[in-house]
């Protein structure tokens, strides 16, 4: 009986699963060092100068009111797929809007060009800023020129973004579009 329960004992022992292990982490790169290679993507043909492309896989985004934002927005073209982040006061009477988007910078400023009839200011080529102004310069000289400025925070690849954190949420987004408005 003994030997039994022994044998037994041993047989059930050896059927029984390995405990469950938990896979350990994928270790990320530090700033500075090198991503590991990818793959390239295949080539796309540009869009036509002026016109937006939506992101592969999505549907062309609508064009915004940006009055239902805030009033102050009222009459200032919003890039369709721009999503609203964050507005605040810049403490020199003017208020500051802040919108991302994964779309290029180079249909973003072709957007602006077109709506704005302007051809704005390119600020730095790497990475791209290019403000356009509306209106004139309060009388302040240290205070931000009433306008539309947009970043490329992809540059100089894509896995560097602008990130905006709501919460516990985090979202990243390759292009921001900051809209700053006079007090008057």
């Not at 270790?27 to 290679?37: D, I, K, R, V, Y």
């Amino acid at each position: 009986m003994v030997a039994w329960t022994v044998i037994t004992a041993t047989v059930g022992a050896q059927s029984a699963p390995p405990p469950a292990q938990t896979p350990k982490p994928t270790p990320t790169p530090f700033p500075g060092s090198t991503p590991p290679a990818t793959t390239p993507k295949p080539a796309t043909t540009p869009a036509p100068q002026g016109t937006v492309t939506p992101p592969p896989g999505t549907a062309a985004c609508p064009a915004q009111d940006a009055a239902t934002i805030d009033p102050a927005l009222a009459g200032i073209p919003i890039y369709p797929c721009a999503v609203y982040l964050q507005g605040f006061n810049s403490g020199y009477g003017q208020k500051l809007f802040v919108f991302g988007t994964n779309d290029t910078y180079a249909a973003i400023v072709a957007f602006y060009k077109t709506q704005t009839k302007k051809s704005g200011e390119e600020i730095s080529k790497a990475p791209g800023i290019h403000q356009f102004e509306r209106g004139t310069p309060e009388a302040d000289p240290m205070a931000p020129r009433p306008g539309i400025v947009v970043k490329d925070y992809a540059w100089p690849n894509a896995t560097d973004a602008y990130v905006h954190v709501s919460g516990t949420e985090a979202t990243r987004y390759r292009s921001v579009i900051q809209i700053i408005l006079g007090s008057k």
